[in-house]
């Protein structure tokens, strides 16, 4: 029997996959950023929550950060890297496509409702927390 209990929720946490993150000789937490100089870069972290899959990092990178996430293992630091962009089969280009049209007729929608809010001279507007 598995028990699974969430104790504490962070909406603006920042998690990866636990395979890319890795311990140093002294013990400390690490992962690897690909840098925009073609090489990869250890960068230490600090973890919070972990569990089989996913890592919280409570401080030592942002949100966006390049992390590699295959084939990290035992990389020094400065090692020089080739990124490799995802292979993209023909049903998720065909399904891109189909969701490129969806997204066009709700943008025309979104035009018109804006047309209609400037009309009435009114707009709602959201603060940071999302509400009105």
Do not use: C, W
């Not at 937490?29 to 250890?42: I, M, N, P, Q, S």
């Not at 942002?62 to 990124?83: L, M």
């Not at 496509?97 to 009309?119: G, Q």
């Amino acid at each position: 029997m598995q028990v699974a209990i969430t104790a504490k929720t962070d909406k603006d946490a920042v998690v990866i996959p636990a395979g890319t993150v890795f311990k140093n000789p002294e013990g400390g937490d690490y992962v690897l950023l690909a840098g925009t100089d073609e090489k990869a870069h250890l960068k230490t972290v600090h973890v919070g929550i972990r569990n089989a899959e996913s890592v919280e990092i409570a401080s030592g990178i942002k949100e966006g950060d390049p992390i590699i996430s295959n084939g990290g293992y035992a990389v020094p630091d400065g090692t020089k890297i080739k990124v490799e962009k995802p292979e993209t089969s023909e049903k998720e280009t065909a399904a891109g496509d189909d969701k490129d049209k969806k997204e066009d007729k709700k943008d025309d929608k979104d035009d018109k409702d804006d047309k209609d809010a400037k009309k009435s001279g009114s707009a709602a507007k959201t603060d940071d927390k999302g509400k009105e």
